[in-house]
């Protein structure tokens, strides 16, 4: 254990198959797979016939989170994050033309906000929904809703230039965000509303940020970081304290992107010095390979990869968007033994 609590799970995965497009899906990507703790997967889909939607697998059963000939969107255009009372958000867009982050509880689609957004929202246990979106011209900002009035986090009229990645909500209602400054440089911030929190910035140890930092219920923030005085690594913070997780005088040449759960557990992707990018459940290339680009897959390789911090459970699961050499593109649970 280091000081801020995290730990990696050393023991095998199965690799379970919840959806490919080789029937009425025609693509998956560029969006991850998110999934809750009972396992249900949710994902976005283009069909064949034309137009996308949001799915969920549980059991070998898909089913279509909206239904475009009946609900109010006509189009699902961002990966859908699936929280533990099976509802799911994402952005969408509207028959007249126009776009907005949506919830989707109990069958009901739910208005978060009319509003252009990038990448996909975050959802806690609770519906409240972190998103990214525009709310005037010229202004960006990172808000929270659940179907009411929305919560604003931050926005670009203060000392922050602008935003990247994906905010992540925990079921406190704090939000974990990557941002430019004006001032130069960029942070990782942290907020619920009130005053924002800087969890880490590129002033003296750091140099460069990842774009998509994670946070769990413990408030411990995970992310991924480059070093002013060279090299990169996975750094945690807790309370304050910043704890190196794994850096890049071990066996891995650079670090990508870590996922965090509720149990303190650490995945990531990430590149082995001389190989590819892979995930990674510990901090031996060979004996915790998840899945990587070349690897043998179901009769082909792996040319592609997706997953961000929606996509582990507190249980460990990990849903992975997959594209082989064959064209085939497959969405992946991997389910630790």
């Known amino acids: 254990m280091n000081p801020v609590e995290l730990f990696f799970h050393h023991g095998a995965y199965t690799l379970t198959r919840i959806a490919d497009a080789s029937d009425r899906?025609?693509?998956?990507?560029?969006?991850?797979?998110?999934?809750?703790?009972?396992?249900?997967?949710?994902?976005?889909?283009?069909?064949?016939?034309?137009?996308?939607?949001?799915?969920?697998?549980?059991?070998?059963?898909?089913?279509?989170?909206?239904?475009?000939?009946?609900?109010?969107?006509?189009?699902?255009?961002?990966?859908?994050?699936?929280?533990?009372?099976?509802?799911?958000?994402?952005?969408?867009?509207?028959?007249?033309?126009?776009?907005?982050?949506?919830?989707?509880?109990?069958?009901?689609?739910?208005?978060?906000?009319?509003?252009?957004?990038?990448?996909?929202?975050?959802?806690?246990?609770?519906?409240?929904?972190?998103?990214?979106?525009?709310?005037?011209?010229?202004?960006?900002?990172?808000?929270?809703?659940?179907?009411?009035?929305?919560?604003?986090?931050?926005?670009?009229?203060g000392p922050l230039s602008a935003f990247h990645g994906l905010p992540v909500i925990n079921n406190g209602g704090a939000v974990v965000f990557r941002a430019d400054r004006k001032a130069g440089g960029d942070g990782i911030y942290l907020g619920d509303g009130g005053p924002l929190v800087a969890i880490a910035e590129t002033e003296g140890f750091f140099s460069e940020l990842g774009d998509f930092p994670v946070m769990n219920d413990a408030g411990i923030v995970a992310f991924c970081a480059r070093l002013s005085s060279g090299g990169s690594g996975i750094f945690a913070v807790s309370n304050g304290h910043v704890a190196p997780v794994m850096d890049t005088s071990g066996p891995f040449e650079s670090y990508r992107g870590v996922l965090l759960n509720n149990a303190g557990r650490i995945v990531f992707y990430a590149t082995p010095r001389g190989g590819e990018l892979g995930?990674?459940?510990?901090?031996?290339?060979?004996t915790d390979f998840l899945i990587g680009l070349g690897a043998p897959l179901f009769g082909s390789t792996v040319v592609d990869f997706a997953l961000n911090p929606v996509s582990m459970n507190d249980v460990g699961q990990v849903a992975i968007r997959v594209k082989l050499a064959d064209e085939t593109q497959i969405i992946l649970r991997a389910d630790p033994v």
Do not use: C, K, W
């Open 279 to 286: 995930v990674f459940t510990g901090p031996d290339p060979r």
């Open 25 to 157: 899906f025609r693509d998956f990507m560029p969006y991850v797979a998110s999934v809750n703790d009972a396992g249900v997967v949710a994902f976005q889909a283009t069909l064949r016939v034309g137009g996308s939607s949001a799915y969920t697998a549980e059991g070998g059963v898909i089913s279509a989170v909206i239904d475009p000939l009946t609900d109010p969107l006509s189009e699902v255009i961002s990966h859908a994050d699936i929280n533990q009372e099976g509802s799911t958000s994402f952005y969408g867009t509207l028959p007249t033309g126009g776009r907005g982050v949506f919830a989707v509880r109990n069958g009901v689609v739910i208005t978060i906000a009319e509003t252009g957004g990038s990448l996909g929202p975050t959802m806690n246990d609770d519906g409240t929904v972190a998103f990214r979106a525009e709310p005037q011209s010229g202004v960006s900002a990172i808000l929270t809703g659940s179907g009411g009035p929305v919560t604003a986090i931050a926005d670009t009229r």
